[in-house]
C-alpha cells in the first residue's frame, strides 16, 4: 500500500501543487489546510509522514513537529519554509524534522520523502506492537543518578520526564525504587514539553526475556 503523507499548508495553490507532485509520485495524500485539522488527522489516520510548512495562521509546522514527537515520537517530520531561515532550521532539527527550502523547486525534497517513508516503514512495527498506559499522579524514577517522572509505560517502552535537559545516553537503566524494578532501556527521541518545560525522553526497553523484564511487566500491568 502507498504510504500515506499529512500535508499541511495554508496557501491553497502551493497546497495543491505539493499534493498533486506528490500524487504523480505515487504516494497517498491528505491535504489540510489548517494547524487543528491536521491535529484530528494525526490521531485518526496515522500518517506515515508530516509534511508542514513553517506558517500556519495563529500557529506553525513547528507546534506540529513538537505534538507528533511526542505522540508519535518515530513519525518523521519535514518542515517546509520559501526562504532559508538559520533560527527556524535549527528550531527543526530540535524537534528531530528536517527543514527544506522551496521544496517545489528543491532536489532534495523528493529524496527526503523517499528516505523518510522508507525509514517509517522500517521502525513502525516497534512502536505500535504495544499499547501505552498513562501513568497518573507523579510515579518517580531514576536514569542513572538523575532523578525523573515515568510519563507512560507499555511493555516495550515508557516516557521519562526531566526537569532540565540533559544529555540522554544511548542506552542506560531505568530504576523505579517505589517499584523495586531496573530495566535496560535505549534512547529513542528526546524533546523539550511545550507545555510544562520538561524535558521528555522516549525509550525503548531491551532484554525482554530477561528475568528483570519480567518484573517489568509485572510493573506495567499493575500500573
Given at each position: ?199 521528555l525522553c522516549g525509550a525503548e526497553v531491551l532484554e525482554t ?15
Amino acid at each position: 500500500m502507498p504510504a500515506l503523507i499529512l500535508l499541511v499548508a495554508t496557501d491553497t495553490k502551493v497546497l495543491r501543487r505539493t499534493e498533486a507532485h506528490l500524487s504523480e509520485a505515487g504516494y497517498l495524500v491528505a491535504a489540510v489546510t489548517s494547524f487543528q485539522r491536521a491535529k484530528a488527522l494525526l490521531d485518526s489516520v496515522r500518517p506515515d509522514l508530516l509534511i508542514a510548512d513553517v506558517r500556519l495562521e495563529a500557529y506553525n509546522g513547528l507546534h506540529l513537529a513538537v505534538r507528533s514527537r511526542i505522540d508519535y515520537p518515530l513519525l518523521p517530520v519535514i518542515i517546509t519554509h520559501p526562504s532559508p531561515d538559520p533560527v527556524l532550521e535549527s528550531d527543526a532539527a530540535r524537534y528531530g524534522a528536517s527543514f527544506i527550502v522551496k521544496p517545489l523547486e528543491n532536489p532534495e525534497f523528493m529524496r527526503c520523502i523517499k528516505a523518510a517513508v522508507e525509514q517509517h516503514s522500517r521502525l513502525r512495527p516497534a512502536i505500535r506492537r504495544w499499547p501505552r498506559k498513562q501513568v497518573a499522579g507523579f510515579l518517580e524514577a531514576e536514569l542513572a543518578t538523575a532523578p525523573a517522572r515515568i510519563y507512560d509505560v507499555s511493555y516495550g517502552g515508557l516516557r521519562l520526564a526531566f526537569g532540565e535537559e540533559r544529555t540522554i545516553p544511548d542506552v542506560f537503566e531505568v530504576t523505579v525504587p517505589h517499584a523495586g524494578v531496573k530495566v535496560t532501556a535505549r534512547s529513542i527521541w528526546t524533546c523539550l514539553s511545550p507545555t510544562t518545560d520538561e524535558f521528555l525522553c522516549g525509550a525503548e526497553v531491551l532484554e525482554t526475556d530477561t528475568p528483570e523484564s519480567t518484573g517489568w511487566r509485572d510493573f506495567v500491568d499493575g500500573t
